[in-house]
């Protein structure tokens, strides 16, 4: 009932709706409420002016004035300390689902005044800002469920600076979206057969050019130690030959036929971090999308891996 009753309360509060960045918060959209500490507090104060009223002692009665003054001025500090804040910008490292994305918030102000205290949430995700007059920029740690496009949430920002007697808070609901990768298949079979251009597959073997020396292993044969070299080196050196292969691989939807439609998904995903970790070119061929063509790298993972992430549900298939 406590949860349905906070989110019936944010249905109330600013913003309604998803935002454009940059957003600045004003004062129409900073709420600020007791903490309960501040409950105790006013209840001390309540206490002590009745007593001190009911005694006729005027010393108590001052202190107890001048304690209300000080807690309604910690009121206005808590709320100037988020008025005029803003919400740059938000962006993140996409990350396979299941795995925690580190969400990135550019923050600034307008005025110069230092601020302390801040942190910034979205459900149980929280995170401390470091703020000072140049802004900051903090790291929220979201989870992630499905592969796609994840909507960003709602983000609270809040302190209960100076005293703790009170929280100010304000949310920025910004209008944008992180991509998740799909999770990797855990044990997947090897890489599919390499393709050659005329699409026979080729045979992985040695070839006869040297790559390098290396030092001797035991095991090796003695035809390929470099007796001249192991001389000046006064060690024995050994021959590392190339190995000539077709590196170019087509990682084909195709190839997962007969498995389930996400785990397709998942099983291509875990072949585009194998070949890359292998160093090993390749391509990607799903339906539904222009093919990508041969290549290697960050950017060309992410690309294939975007691809395979932006792929519609087994649902929207029909």
């Given at each position: 009932?406590?949860?349905?009753?906070?989110?019936?309360?944010?249905?109330?509060?600013?913003?309604?709706?998803?935002?454009?960045?940059?957003?600045?918060?004003?004062?129409?959209?900073?709420?600020?409420?007791?903490?309960?500490?501040?409950?105790?507090?006013?209840?001390?104060?309540?206490?002590?002016?009745?007593?001190?009223?009911?005694?006729?002692?005027?010393?108590?009665?001052?202190?107890?004035?001048?304690?209300?003054?000080?807690?309604?001025?910690?009121?206005?500090?808590?709320?100037?300390?988020?008025?005029?804040?803003?919400?740059?910008?938000?962006?993140?490292?996409p990350v396979p689902a299941g795995e925690p994305l580190r969400l990135r918030i550019g923050l600034g102000a307008l005025d110069q005044r230092m601020r302390?205290?801040?942190?910034?949430?979205?459900?149980?995700?929280?995170?401390?800002?470091?703020?000072?007059?140049?802004?900051?920029?903090?790291?929220?740690?979201?989870?992630?469920?499905?592969?796609?496009?994840?909507?960003?949430?709602?983000?609270?920002?809040?302190?209960?600076?100076?005293?703790?007697?009170?929280?100010?808070?304000?949310?920025?609901?910004?209008?944008?979206?992180?991509?998740?990768?799909?999770?990797?298949?855990?044990?997947?079979?090897?890489?599919?057969?390499?393709?050659?251009?005329?699409?026979?597959?080729?045979?992985?073997?040695?070839?006869?050019?040297?790559?390098?020396?290396?030092?001797?292993?035991?095991?090796?044969?003695?035809?390929?130690?470099?007796?001249?070299?192991?001389?000046?080196?006064?060690?024995?050196?050994?021959?590392?030959?190339?190995?000539?292969?077709?590196?170019?691989?087509?990682?084909?939807?195709?190839?997962?036929?007969?498995?389930?439609?996400?785990?397709?998904?998942?099983?291509?995903?875990?072949?585009?971090?194998?070949?890359?970790?292998?160093?090993?070119?390749?391509?990607?061929?799903?339906?539904?999308?222009?093919?990508?063509?041969?290549?290697?790298?960050?950017?060309?993972?992410?690309?294939?891996?975007?691809?395979?992430?932006?792929?519609?549900?087994?649902?929207?298939?029909?």
């Open positions: 009932m406590l949860a349905a009753l906070r989110r019936r309360l944010q249905s109330w509060m600013r913003p309604r709706q998803a935002e454009h960045l940059p957003v600045r918060l004003q004062r129409n959209r900073i709420y600020i409420l007791p903490t309960a500490t501040g409950l105790f507090f006013g209840l001390l104060l309540g206490t002590m002016g009745l007593g001190a009223l009911n005694f006729n002692n005027n010393p108590a009665l001052l202190l107890a004035l001048l304690l209300a003054g000080a807690a309604q001025a910690s009121l206005i500090a808590a709320h100037m300390q988020l008025s005029g804040v803003v919400v740059d910008a938000v962006a993140a490292d302390r205290g801040m942190r910034i949430a979205s459900g149980e995700a929280h995170a401390h800002v470091a703020f000072d007059h140049t802004g900051s920029t903090a790291e929220l740690p979201l989870l992630t469920e499905r592969r796609g496009l994840m909507p960003v949430p709602r983000l609270a920002l809040s302190t209960v600076q100076p005293l703790g007697l009170a929280r100010a808070w304000a949310y920025v609901w910004p209008d944008q979206s992180v991509l998740v990768y799909p999770a990797p298949e855990a044990q997947a079979p090897p890489l599919p057969t390499p393709v050659g251009d005329a699409g026979r597959a080729q045979v992985t073997r040695a070839g006869d050019d040297v790559h390098h020396l290396r030092g001797y292993r035991a095991g090796d044969a003695p035809r390929t130690v470099a007796w001249k070299a192991s001389a000046r080196r006064d060690s024995l050196l050994v021959r590392e030959y190339e190995q000539h292969r077709s590196d170019q691989l087509l990682l084909d939807w195709q190839l997962t036929a007969g498995l389930p439609y996400e785990q397709r998904i998942r099983r291509l995903a875990r072949w585009v971090d194998d070949a890359e970790r292998e160093g090993r070119r390749y391509a990607l061929q799903v339906p539904g999308q222009p093919s990508i063509p041969i290549g290697l790298g960050a950017a060309h993972r992410h690309r294939c891996l975007r691809a395979l992430a932006l792929m519609p549900g087994e649902a929207a298939l029909g």
